[in-house]
């Protein structure tokens, strides 16, 4: 799986949009990214996940660059219940989603 | 539904003991996951089964962790004579390799201090 690099942390005043860059410029053709978090004292959380093109779901989009060597997850009108960590993860599913997670973003959102 | 579900939440350990630890996995999910996260740190890969066959083991630290997942379900993660290094989150998560996105439902983990 490719590696990706993320900034350690990262602040966010509550109402605005969070957007959280990952690189992974080593990404192969057939892997995906997908984006988790976890919250503190809980197992992490699957948010969404992309090939090529960007994605939206009701927890947050995610744009992929056209070289797909980074992404952004947005959360678009962050709240503070989305205090976590965000990690971001590439992976070719082919070994039905073994994940190598890195040690992600620790996102803050403050009132 | 019922989501993953692991046992003890928490565990102390004498250095030298013995520790097993649970996952229950979502019904009908036949991938499972265990890894171990570090304080402040991401979760690291220990082993995979697919049903109750271990497919691959190779982020097991050393030959004191055993897992195992004898009916294809209930998945048991062993660590014999614990060292204090272990101590950890441990957390396990399970997926249907047969159904997109292939997202893991992560347990809520076990974590294990060794004193």
């Known amino acids: 799986d490719a590696k990706t690099t993320q900034p350690p942390s990262m602040d966010c005043a509550e109402g605005r949009a969070a957007n959280l860059p990952c690189n992974h410029s080593t990404i192969s053709g057939n892997e995906y990214v997908y984006w988790y978090r976890q919250i503190h004292s809980q197992g992490p959380q699957y948010i969404i996940h992309g090939l090529k093109n960007n994605e939206t779901n009701e927890m947050a989009s995610l744009i992929i660059t056209e070289d797909r060597k980074s992404s952004t997850l947005i959360l678009p009108h962050a709240t503070l219940r989305d205090t976590a960590v965000y990690y971001c993860i590439v992976t070719n599913n082919t070994n039905a989603g073994k994940s190598t997670f890195g040690d992600g973003t620790t996102l803050t959102v403050k009132p | 539904g019922a989501g993953v579900s692991q046992s003890p939440r928490y565990k102390v350990a004498k250095r030298g003991q013995d520790v097993a630890l649970r996952c229950d996995p979502i019904s009908g999910h036949v991938s499972l996951f265990w890894y171990q996260q570090a304080l402040g740190q991401g979760p690291e890969f220990l082993t995979y089964?697919?049903?109750?066959?271990?497919?691959?083991k190779s982020g097991l630290p050393s030959d004191r962790f055993f897992a195992e997942r004898p009916e294809g379900s209930v998945s048991t993660l062993k660590i014999q004579r614990t060292q204090q290094e272990d101590s950890a989150v441990y957390l396990c998560a399970t997926t249907d390799p047969g159904s997109p996105p292939y997202e893991q439902y992560f347990g809520p983990g076990t974590r294990l201090t060794v004193t």
């Open positions: 089964f697919q049903n109750e066959a271990q497919l691959d």
